[in-house]
């Protein structure tokens, strides 16, 4: 400290400063100066009057001291200040005018100067102040703002005290003055964003928020006015949607005179550089600003400069906050740096708000989906305690809210227990719901069957429990259907074959451990694709219905096969017109033989159908476990080898399996198989029976009948082929065959030279129900060039009695042409005369059943004439089939019959026979 005045030098030391160590902030240089004033001050004092201001230092040491505390005093930015009342004279340091931005040669401002200079808020405070040190002798300090000519507004802080004489007059006011308005800001600054951060965390609405944000930074920074701009993402735009302060005309006529919208991509002016830059921007002179109101409305609100910062969060920017001021100031990087900061919270908080917002969406949304969802949701503690549920739960349980929220899951679940509850704990930690099934209870006591899925949920926090039970009682019914389906026949809902199998297979091990037997009846309709053929399926469904009705009222008890049952009788329908029964417990055959009885007896009753009066018969197969097997399989394929005995043996009877009926079964499957390898392997051929006008016994015509040569088996009879190939399908191409060679034999004969006489063909019911029946035969007469009035078509009288709409016009279109049409087996099927009326017929063929016996049976011979009688009426030529003595013939002759056919004149002959015959038949009754 060499060379340092000792004044100086004692305050240092005193305060612990030293040259190597000297004050280092503001503070401490304040307080050195303080201390060298005021030994100064001392020292002065000891000075004339009005010596002060014009120190003259009277010797280097003091000039030094005086250099080394303006020195200190520009460094500090600290100016010291005197006021002398005695002779109302200022001292002034440097500093001071520094600060005041007045020139250091002239003379300081008196009081009332220096209170000018004052902004006129802060005057009564340091009027107050003043006044406190001059009469109260209290120090003064203080912190006010000052208008400065150059630097506008700055913020200043003073310090002073008293110093008197030994009388207590106070001989001096001294003190410091510094421009502290760049820690005012810091402050201001700071005091802004705190707030704002306050305002944010309170978290009001931001229609409510971001106009008072507006309004904060205008008020504690000191702008004039301000506006939010908001992206409208609708519009693409931004637009001003608050302005503060409300209701000022000079603000509004400037706002008014902005525009009010602007588009994201804009780049000009203040709100433009923000957009574009996602930077705050300084505007130093609104009037000049692009896009700001036009200058005379900036000016007219005397508006100078202005701010803006964007609200931007990433790279989105979702609005700006600008700002004016009338104060003409240079621009501000801290507070633009604070005003980007600020920026940053607030578009945090607006995500913030839209992520809550869409929270309360989804969670909104997520309720109206509970509780409108068609399950029951019960939100539950580990314990079970209903904490919350939906409507539908109240709804499904018959409980008001209120009730189930006092009970627990195990108050409405039957099944669940504590333990369950707990046992599923662990398990749901993984978050994947588990799924069980249980038992829910109602309000009423009655319960229903539920899927239960229990998953963790998180609610406020705490983890819970959530239950969502779905209402099974319509799936379980569903089930219940489609097993029902799966084990029944849909058309008859008796058992179909699959339960039939597996009851059979039960009851053949309970006859075998209780030492029992049991029948399996296969029970098949006879003749019923006639039906199906002829008047549809529609017709053959409903038959099929009211069969199986029929069979099931035979047993002793119906379908009880869903049953827990033992030993009571069952009809299953197996397809088609096949039905298999069994029964159970019975001792002797003959108990089995009286239900196939009542079966077949039930069956034959008439039934009308279609306003049709049919009679339908079966044929059943009897097998016995465990005389005829010992295996279901073997049980069902005896029965239905018996089955076609019965129907060997002339259908509408039931058979008892034998051995020996297995080679004859064989016979009918090598029949089937060969059958329909018949037609290509050419094994079929026709025979032919002649028809002779009964008068003079001279061929009238003649009948092609079918046979078959059967390779292994040899001649095979109509018969016998014929059921089966109409069973089976084959009777279509078979027959189109016959058509086919019968008019091409004919034909060929007639070619030859041979009397025209007309050819008879069977055509089966199932020709019918093929397209194309009546092209086809059209078509084959023209393949032969065989005169249509040359042939006969021969229809069963069930087809008659069936008179489908299909039938008649095709036989109407058939007759049309030429061709003849006869009723076969007339008679046995019990036609009515009004039928026949109606029906497009030219031949009636009396059945032979009715010729066998006559003349001797009367019953027969009457019902013969009847039939002659009645054909005589409806101008209709009566054949009679079978004739084979000539009894039988003169009583046809006498009767008026037109036609015999029988063995008596021939029997089927094949071709070249035939042939010869009918010539030598034309030779010998030809007119003399
Ligand atoms: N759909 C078709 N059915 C056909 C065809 N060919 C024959 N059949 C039918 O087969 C049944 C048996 O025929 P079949 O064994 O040929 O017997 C015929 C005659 O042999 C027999 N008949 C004739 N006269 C007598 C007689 O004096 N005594 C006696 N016991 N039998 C006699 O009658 C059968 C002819 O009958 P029908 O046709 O009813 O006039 C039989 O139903 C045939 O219809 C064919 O190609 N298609």
Same mark, same amino acid.
């Given at each position: 400290?060499?060379?340092?005045?000792?004044?100086?030098?004692?305050?240092?030391?005193?305060?612990?400063?030293?040259?190597?160590?000297?004050?280092?902030?503001?503070?401490?240089?304040?307080?050195?100066?303080?201390?060298?004033?005021?030994?100064?001050?001392?020292?002065?004092?000891?000075?004339?009057?009005?010596?002060?201001?014009?120190?003259?230092?009277?010797?280097?040491?003091?000039?030094?001291?005086?250099?080394?505390?303006?020195?200190?005093?520009?460094?500090?930015?600290?100016?010291?200040?005197?006021?002398?009342?005695?002779?109302?004279?200022?001292?002034?340091?440097?500093?001071?005018?520094?600060?005041?931005?007045?020139?250091?040669?002239?003379?300081?401002?008196?009081?009332?100067?220096?209170?000018?200079?004052?902004?006129?808020?802060?005057?009564?405070?340091?009027?107050?102040?003043?006044?406190?040190?001059?009469?109260?002798?209290?120090?003064?300090?203080?912190?006010?703002?000052?208008?400065?000519?150059?630097?506008?507004?700055?913020?200043?802080?003073?310090?002073?005290?008293?110093?008197?004489?030994?009388?207590?007059?106070?001989?001096?006011?001294?003190?410091?003055?510094?421009?502290?308005?760049?820690?005012?800001?810091?402050?201001?600054?700071?005091?802004?964003?705190?707030?704002?951060?306050?305002?944010?965390?309170?978290?009001?609405?931001?229609?409510?928020?971001?106009?008072?944000?507006?309004?904060?930074?205008?008020?504690?920074?000191?702008?004039?006015?301000?506006?939010?701009?908001?992206?409208?993402?609708?519009?693409?735009?931004?637009?001003?949607?608050?302005?503060?302060?409300?209701?000022?005309?000079?603000?509004?006529?400037?706002?008014?005179?902005?525009?009010?919208?602007?588009?994201?991509?804009?780049?000009?002016?203040?709100?433009?550089?923000?957009?574009?830059?996602? $930077?705050?921007?300084?505007?130093?002179?609104?009037?000049?600003?692009?896009?700001?109101?036009?200058?005379?409305?900036?000016?007219?609100?005397? !508006?100078?400069?202005?701010?803006?910062?964007?609200?931007?969060?990433?790279?989105?920017?979702?609005?700006?906050?600008?700002?004016?001021?009338?104060?003409?100031?240079? %621009?501000?990087?801290?507070?633009?740096?604070?005003?980007?900061?600020?920026?940053?919270?607030?578009?945090?908080?607006?995500?913030?708000?839209?992520?809550?917002?869409?929270?309360?969406?989804?969670?909104?949304?997520?309720?109206?989906?509970?509780?409108?969802?068609?399950?029951?949701?019960?939100?539950?503690?580990?314990?079970?305690?209903?904490?919350?549920?939906?409507?539908? /739960?109240?709804?499904?349980?018959?409980?008001?809210?209120?009730?189930?929220?006092?009970?627990?899951?195990?108050?409405?679940?039957?099944?669940?227990?504590?333990?369950?509850?707990?046992?599923?704990?662990?398990?749901?930690?993984?978050?994947?719901?588990?799924?069980?099934?249980?038992?829910? @209870?109602?309000?009423?006591?009655?319960?229903?069957?539920?899927?239960?899925?229990?998953?963790?949920?998180?609610?406020?926090?705490?983890?819970?429990?959530?239950?969502?039970?779905?209402? %099974?009682?319509?799936?379980?019914?569903?089930?219940?259907?489609?097993?029902?389906?799966?084990?029944?026949?849909?058309? =008859?809902?008796?058992?179909?074959?699959?339960?039939?199998?597996?009851?059979?297979?039960?009851?053949?091990?309970?006859?075998?451990?209780?030492?029992?037997?049991?029948?399996?009846?296969?029970?098949?309709?006879? @003749?019923?694709?006639?039906?199906?053929? =002829?008047?549809?399926?529609?017709?053959?469904?409903?038959?099929?219905?009211?069969?199986?009705?029929?069979?099931?009222?035979?047993?002793?008890?119906?379908?009880?096969?869903?049953?827990?049952?033992?030993?009571?009788?069952?009809?299953?329908?197996?397809?088609?017109?096949?039905?298999?029964?069994?029964?159970?417990?019975?001792?002797?055959?003959?108990?089995?033989?009286?239900?196939?009885?009542?079966?077949?007896?039930?069956?034959?009753?008439?039934?009308?159908?279609?306003?049709?009066?049919?009679? %339908?018969?079966?044929?059943?197969?009897?097998?016995?476990?465990?005389?005829?097997?010992?295996?279901?399989?073997?049980?069902?394929?005896?029965?239905?080898?018996?089955?076609?005995?019965?129907?060997?043996?002339?259908?509408?009877?039931?058979?008892?399996?034998?051995?020996?009926?297995?080679?004859?079964?064989?016979?009918?499957?090598?029949?089937?198989?060969?059958?329909?390898?018949?037609?290509?392997?050419?094994?079929? /051929? !026709?025979?032919?029976?002649?028809?002779?006008?009964?008068?003079?016994?001279?061929?009238?015509?003649?009948?092609?009948?079918?046979?078959?040569?059967?390779?292994?088996?040899?001649?095979?009879?109509?018969?016998?082929?014929?059921?089966?190939?109409?069973?089976?399908?084959?009777?279509?191409?078979?027959?189109?065959?016959?058509?086919?060679?019968?008019?091409?034999?004919?034909?060929?004969?007639?070619?030859?030279?041979?009397?025209?006489?007309?050819?008879?063909?069977?055509?089966?019911?199932?020709?019918?129900?093929?397209?194309? !029946?009546?092209?086809?035969?059209?078509?084959?007469?023209?393949?032969?060039?065989?005169?249509?009035?040359?042939?006969?078509?021969?229809?069963?009288?069930?087809?008659?009695?069936?008179?489908?709409?299909?039938?008649?016009? /095709?036989?109407?279109?058939?007759?049309?042409?030429?061709?003849?049409?006869?009723?076969?087996?007339?008679?046995?099927?019990?036609?009515?005369?009004?039928?026949?009326?109606?029906?497009?017929?030219?031949?009636?063929?009396?059945?032979?059943?009715?010729?066998?016996?006559?003349?001797?049976?009367?019953?027969?011979?009457?019902?013969?004439?009847?039939?002659?009688?009645?054909?005589?009426?409806?101008?209709?030529?009566?054949?009679?089939?079978?004739?084979?003595?000539?009894?039988?013939?003169?009583?046809?002759?006498?009767?008026?019959?037109?036609?015999?056919?029988?063995?008596?004149?021939?029997?089927?002959?094949?071709?070249?026979?035939?042939?010869?015959?009918?010539?030598?038949?034309?030779?010998? $009754?030809?007119?003399?």
């Amino acid at each position: 400290m060499a060379g340092m005045h000792p004044l100086l030098q004692h305050q240092l030391e005193r305060l612990g400063f030293s040259e190597a160590a000297p004050p280092a902030s503001a503070k401490q240089w304040s307080r050195l100066l303080a201390a060298i004033s005021e030994a100064m001050a001392d020292w002065e004092g000891k000075l004339p009057a009005g010596m002060a201001s014009q120190l003259d230092f009277p010797n280097r040491d003091l000039k030094d001291l005086s250099d080394r505390l303006a020195e200190a005093q520009r460094i500090a930015g600290l100016g010291y200040w005197s006021f002398t009342p005695a002779s109302r004279t200022w001292y002034w340091s440097d500093e001071c005018f520094r600060i005041c931005d007045l020139e250091a040669t002239a003379a300081p401002p008196d009081y009332r100067g220096f209170r000018r200079m004052v902004q006129r808020r802060d005057r009564p405070g340091l009027r107050w102040s003043v006044d406190r040190m001059l009469h109260a002798g209290l120090a003064l300090e203080l912190e006010f703002r000052l208008h400065l000519p150059k630097r506008g507004m700055r913020w200043i802080r003073v310090l002073g005290r008293t110093v008197r004489d030994d009388t207590g007059t106070i001989t001096r006011l001294h003190g410091t003055i510094m421009d502290v308005t760049a820690r005012k800001q810091v402050e201001v600054r700071q005091a802004v964003e705190h707030g704002i951060t306050r305002m944010l965390a309170e978290s009001e609405a931001p229609s409510v928020l971001l106009p008072a944000i507006v309004q904060t930074i205008c008020e504690r920074v000191g702008w004039a006015c301000g506006a939010y701009w908001a992206l409208n993402r609708e519009r693409n735009a931004y637009e001003r949607v608050s302005a503060w302060p409300p209701g000022n005309p000079l603000m509004d006529a400037f706002f008014a005179a902005c525009p009010s919208q602007v588009p994201p991509t804009m780049r000009q002016g203040l709100l433009g550089r923000v957009l574009e830059t996602g $930077t705050p921007a300084w505007a130093g002179n609104v009037a000049l600003d692009p896009v700001l109101g036009p200058a005379v409305a900036a000016s007219h609100a005397g !508006l100078r400069v202005a701010f803006a910062f964007p609200i931007q969060a990433g790279a989105q920017i979702r609005g700006v906050m600008e700002f004016f001021s009338r104060r003409v100031q240079e %621009m501000d990087p801290d507070m633009l740096r604070s005003a980007h900061f600020i920026g940053r919270h607030i578009a945090q908080y607006l995500e913030r708000r839209d992520a809550e917002k869409g929270l309360r969406q989804s969670e909104a949304h997520f309720r109206a989906l509970v509780e409108q969802a068609t399950d029951s949701f019960y939100v539950h503690d580990s314990d079970g305690m209903l904490l919350d549920v939906n409507q539908h /739960a109240c709804h499904s349980l018959g409980y008001l809210r209120e009730e189930l929220l006092r009970m627990s899951m195990m108050d409405i679940d039957a099944k669940l227990s504590p333990e369950d509850l707990k046992q599923l704990g662990p398990g749901l930690t993984t978050g994947a719901p588990t799924a069980i099934e249980s038992v829910h @209870r109602r309000k009423d006591g009655t319960e229903f069957p539920v899927e239960l899925r229990i998953g963790p949920i998180l609610i406020d926090g705490k983890e819970c429990m959530l239950s969502l039970a779905r209402d %099974m009682t319509e799936r379980v019914r569903m089930q219940q259907h489609i097993e029902h389906l799966a084990f029944h026949d849909s058309l =008859t809902n008796l058992p179909n074959r699959a339960m039939f199998n597996r009851h059979l297979q039960h009851a053949i091990e309970q006859a075998d451990r209780h030492k029992r037997r049991l029948a399996v009846l296969f029970v098949d309709l006879d @003749r019923f694709k006639n039906v199906n053929d =002829t008047l549809g399926h529609g017709a053959g469904d409903v038959l099929l219905q009211e069969m199986s009705r029929r069979i099931s009222h035979c047993l002793r008890t119906s379908d009880v096969v869903a049953r827990n049952r033992t030993s009571e009788d069952i009809v299953a329908r197996l397809g088609g017109d096949e039905f298999v029964v069994l029964i159970e417990s019975f001792t002797d055959g003959s108990q089995v033989a009286e239900v196939a009885q009542r079966i077949l007896n039930v069956m034959v009753k008439e039934y009308i159908l279609d306003g049709q009066l049919i009679h %339908m018969t079966a044929s059943i197969g009897i097998s016995i476990f465990p005389e005829d097997g010992r295996h279901d399989f073997t049980l069902m394929k005896h029965a239905d080898i018996a089955m076609y005995r019965a129907k060997d043996l002339g259908k509408n009877r039931y058979e008892f399996y034998s051995a020996w009926m297995n080679g004859h079964s064989a016979r009918s499957l090598a029949l089937e198989s060969g059958l329909r390898r018949a037609i290509e392997r050419n094994e079929l /051929a !026709l025979h032919y029976q002649a028809k002779v006008d009964s008068h003079n016994g001279r061929i009238a015509g003649m009948e092609a009948l079918v046979r078959w040569r059967h390779p292994e088996l040899g001649l095979v009879p109509p018969d016998q082929f014929i059921p089966l190939a109409e069973e089976t399908g084959l009777i279509v191409p078979l027959s189109r065959w016959v058509l086919n060679e019968a008019c091409r034999q004919h034909a060929e004969w007639v070619n030859a030279g041979f009397p025209p006489v007309r050819i008879a063909v069977n055509l089966s019911a199932r020709q019918f129900v093929e397209d194309g !029946l009546c092209e086809e035969v059209f078509a084959t007469l023209a393949l032969h060039g065989l005169d249509a009035r040359l042939l006969e078509l021969e229809i069963t009288e069930s087809m008659v009695m069936a008179n489908t709409e299909r039938t008649f016009e /095709a036989l109407a279109r058939l007759r049309s042409s030429g061709i003849r049409i006869a009723i076969d087996d007339f008679g046995v099927g019990y036609s009515s005369l009004s039928q026949l009326k109606q029906f497009p017929v030219d031949v009636i063929k009396i059945d032979r059943s009715f010729i066998r016996d006559i003349p001797g049976d009367p019953s027969d011979a009457a019902i013969t004439d009847a039939i002659i009688a009645m054909s005589k009426r409806l101008k209709v030529i009566t054949v009679a089939e079978g004739v084979e003595t000539p009894h039988q013939w003169h009583f046809l002759r006498e009767h008026g019959c037109d036609e015999i056919q029988g063995y008596y004149f021939c029997k089927p002959l094949e071709a070249q026979a035939f042939l010869a015959y009918a010539l030598k038949n034309m030779e010998e $009754t030809a007119p003399a």
